[in-house]
């Protein structure tokens, strides 16, 4: 079993910039990840990284955010830049399991709200 715990998240205006941790309870070599739920929408990923750096991003956030991890600090950071309105979310921080990667583990969520 994997904690993983989730920090940054606040409310910014439009424009602005805000910084994701997740900082896991034990080595990860499997892919992880940032996913976001906004109200009455479905859980949609916004970004992934490998253990060797492969990163995914939704186009939505491409040019904006920038995902990256420290294997050594078991920690995966996402680094938000020019905000909307339509980012704010709950973000999940998220890491694979399984010889497939087919298990997920998942943090509490932390709040980002980007007022316009």
């Known amino acids: 079993q994997v904690q993983l715990e989730e920090s940054g998240g606040g409310l910014v205006q439009a424009g602005g910039s805000l910084r994701l941790s997740c900082a896991a309870s034990r080595s990860i070599f499997s892919p992880m990840g940032w996913y976001r739920q906004a109200p009455g929408k479905q859980r949609e990923l916004v970004a992934t990284?490998?253990?060797?750096?492969?990163?995914n991003y939704a186009d939505s956030v491409k040019g904006r955010f920038t995902i990256s991890r420290d294997n050594a600090k078991n920690t995966v950071y996402l680094q938000m830049n020019s905000l909307k309105p339509e980012d704010t979310a709950v973000y999940y921080c998220?890491?694979?399991?399984?010889?497939?990667?087919?298990?997920?583990?998942w943090g509490q969520g932390t709040q980002v709200t980007i007022s316009s």
């Open positions: 998220n890491a694979k399991f399984g010889t497939f990667n087919q298990g997920n583990y």
């Open positions: 990284i490998t253990s060797g750096g492969s990163t």
